[in-house]
């Protein structure tokens, strides 16, 4: 079946810094993507939609300076989050569609869990 | 706006008892339902999911029934095992078009052997 695949899986960083998160569909071609935070015993909560060739809409509360989206292919979507600081740890997770299908399942990646120090 | 509300956990219980996660929702349209699994540290699995009113979606053991009249979808299975213990996601997804998924805040279940 589609899958949808993540990396890291798990990072580490020190506060000031950037990481980068990589959401990838291995066998479908993804238009849309759907990035969210997971806090802990809580729900994913929807950050942001991920367009290729074109920006992303975030929802509102959500900084886009602060979380990068860039949608450069079909396959392939990335969250940078910057500058990063402790508030931002978090568990990230990534979904995507297969845009062949019209009514097509949302598959969602493994998660990136986020720690930073 | 549209969103799922879902019973507050965590729910413990002993194996071979009968599960129920109460869900309910709000929406302005007609949304498909669906219920997503997360085993510890893993993403989200669908488990099942309903597209129109009276439809029950089924999957290992558990189901759910589209109740309109009641905007609910509660999920149910009749013997929980150990393995099922999980976190358990009721969501809302509204046509069919790039729509994201819109969550509960997720019941955790720890099934005891």
């Known amino acids: 079946g589609a899958v949808v695949s993540q990396h890291p899986s798990r990072v580490i960083c020190k506060s000031g810094t950037s990481v980068k998160i990589e959401c990838r569909s291995l066998?479908?071609?993804?238009?849309?993507m759907f990035w969210y935070r997971q806090f802990p015993k809580q729900s994913l909560m929807l950050m942001a939609t991920s367009n290729e060739g074109s920006k992303a809409t975030y929802e509102q509360g959500v900084e886009k300076d602060k979380f990068l989206i860039n949608h450069a292919s079909l396959t392939l979507s990335t969250l940078t989050v910057t500058s990063a600081h402790p508030e931002d740890s978090s568990f990230y997770i990534c979904?995507?569609?297969?845009?062949?299908?019209?009514?097509?399942?949302?598959?969602f990646g493994e998660g990136s869990r986020l720690t930073v120090l | 706006g549209d969103s799922v509300t879902q019973m507050e956990g965590p729910v413990t219980l002993s194996e071979e008892a009968f599960l129920t996660i109460n869900c309910t929702y709000t929406a302005t349209g007609y949304p498909s339902l669906f219920w997503y699994v997360q085993y510890p540290g893993e993403g989200l699995q669908l488990l099942l999911k309903?597209?129109?009113?009276?439809d029950k979606g089924s999957n290992k053991g558990f189901e759910a029934t589209y109740r309109k009249e009641t905007t609910s979808f509660h999920l149910e299975k009749g013997s929980v095992q150990v393995s099922d213990s999980a976190v358990y996601f009721c969501?809302?997804?509204?046509?069919?078009?790039?729509?994201?998924?819109?969550f509960g805040k997720g019941t955790r279940l720890s099934v005891i052997a």
């Open positions: 309903a597209t129109k009113a009276d």
């Open positions: 979904s995507a569609r297969d845009s062949a299908v019209g009514a097509g399942e949302l598959f």
């Open positions: 066998d479908f071609q993804a238009t849309t």
């Open positions: 969501a809302l997804r509204l046509d069919s078009g790039n729509t994201p998924l819109v």
